[in-house]
């Protein structure tokens, strides 16, 4: 008897749906690679190289025979101590065994997810939202429960919203700010605001703060367990250094979490992936003890790549774009451009849109569906400024035609 491989693909894995930026991602690299002069606004990572300090500390630690063995499945204990002393709850630093070192931001998510979920738990999910969320929320069991926003709400969720999305089902709320796709910075007063509503409700907060440091002009970073101390019990913080040092090839992550949750995650982990690559370890602790010059200077020059691709966006026809707040996305409102024809071809949607901007512009953006945001696409300033200036200004000419 012959069997179909596809068909027995576990119904779980199989309703997982690809990556749709890493699919962007690799469409223009293809096309790259065949010699096309592709302008990627896909990638959602720094296109600087990893501080020179970091690598250092990376080269000494793989001549190291210490760290040629497996280590503790939550992390090298002098990272872990590094996190929780850059990482506060309340007034206070977190202690090193709430701290669980993963693969990359990514996979904390994903660890978060599991052990916080039984099946028919319901996460609020405030959209647009970073592809991945739903699928670590489905594959541990639970719902994701979209809350839309839009450009007109300054793609920021209200209480008002979540209250009237909560029910007895729901378990957890994931903040994410500045928020990929969107970049959007949350202020202090939202911030404590929803906060103070996940207390009331006993509803777990999964706050992703893998931007922290990437926050623009007079908006600033607020971590909701620190402006809303009584949350700590109910908290999982996700972060890493992928974003803030130009690090996201060395894939390391953690989460912070009560210290059951944490001892919880570490055991989940031990039985998965066993520890995070030692070398990377190492090279994540000198991230964090050598200081934030190398982000200041990647900041200031994702600011002003920002300001460039914002002001370029904003003066094209039926484009409406906020001005970023943090990350390093635009993510402009294109809905005066769905249903047009555009370059000779019928576009129907922002998927078609970010297709004919490939092929016909050699522009790659990814279309707001991957983000439950139809009608919008995310463009990437992660990329030297005259490529910004070059990329928007053929997609300017591409949409001004007809
Ligand atoms: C909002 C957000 N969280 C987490 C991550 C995961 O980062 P990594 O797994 O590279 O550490 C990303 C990466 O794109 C992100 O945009």
């Known amino acids: 008897m012959t069997i179909d491989p596809a068909a027995a693909i576990s119904r779980r894995v199989a309703a997982i749906s690809p990556?749709?930026?890493?699919?962007v991602d690799a469409k223009a690299k293809a096309l790259k690679a065949a010699g096309e002069p592709v302008i990627g606004f896909g990638a959602g990572e720094p296109d600087f190289a990893t501080p020179d300090h970091i690598v250092a500390a990376a080269i000494a630690a793989a001549a190291d025979p210490a760290t040629h063995r497996y280590s503790p499945a939550a992390g090298l204990p002098a990272l872990r101590s590094a996190i929780a002393g850059v990482t506060m709850v309340g007034g206070a630093e977190v202690d090193p065994a709430q701290v669980v070192v993963t693969n990359g931001g990514k996979h904390a998510i994903y660890n978060a997810m599991a052990v916080l979920l039984n099946p028919g738990d319901e996460v609020l999910l405030p959209a647009p939202y970073w592809t991945t969320y739903p699928e670590p929320i489905a594959l541990a069991g639970g719902v994701p429960v979209v809350l839309p926003t839009d450009v007109a709400a300054g793609f920021k969720v209200t209480v008002d919203q979540l209250e009237a999305a909560r029910t007895p089902a729901t378990k957890a709320l994931v903040f994410v700010s500045p928020s990929n796709p969107t970049g959007v910075v949350y202020t202090h007063d939202e911030t404590v605001a929803i906060g103070h509503w996940a207390l009331e409700h006993g509803i777990w907060v999964i706050t992703d703060e893998i931007y922290e440091h990437l926050v623009f002009g007079s908006h600033t970073f607020t971590s909701m367990p620190v402006v809303v101390p009584e949350l700590a019990g109910q908290t999982i913080i996700v972060n890493g250094v992928a974003k803030t040092f130009a690090m996201t090839g060395w894939r390391v992550g953690w989460l912070v979490a009560p210290k059951v949750m944490a001892s919880a995650a570490a055991n989940l982990q031990s039985h998965q992936t066993s520890n995070v690559c030692n070398i990377a370890q190492r090279a994540a602790l000198a991230a964090l003890e050598g200081g934030l010059d190398d982000v200041e200077r990647m900041r200031g020059a994702f600011e002003r790549r920002g300001q460039l691709m914002w002001s370029m966006l904003s003066g094209i026809d039926g484009v409406t774009c906020l001005e970023p707040q943090g990350a390093f996305y635009c993510f402009p409102d294109m809905r005066a451009h769905v249903g047009r024809t555009i370059?000779?071809?019928?576009?129907?949607?922002?998927?078609?849109?970010?297709?004919?901007?490939?092929?016909?512009?050699?522009?790659?953006?990814?279309?707001?569906?991957?983000f439950d945001a139809p009608g919008y696409v995310r463009m990437s300033f992660a990329l030297a400024d005259d490529d910004i200036a070059e990329g928007v200004q053929r997609f300017a000419e591409l949409l001004g035609g007809d």
């Open 343 to 370: 370059a000779g071809r019928r576009v129907d949607s922002t998927v078609d849109l970010a297709d004919v901007a490939l092929e016909v512009a050699k522009v790659a953006v990814v279309p707001g569906e991957a």
């Open 19 to 23: 990556s749709a930026t890493l699919a």
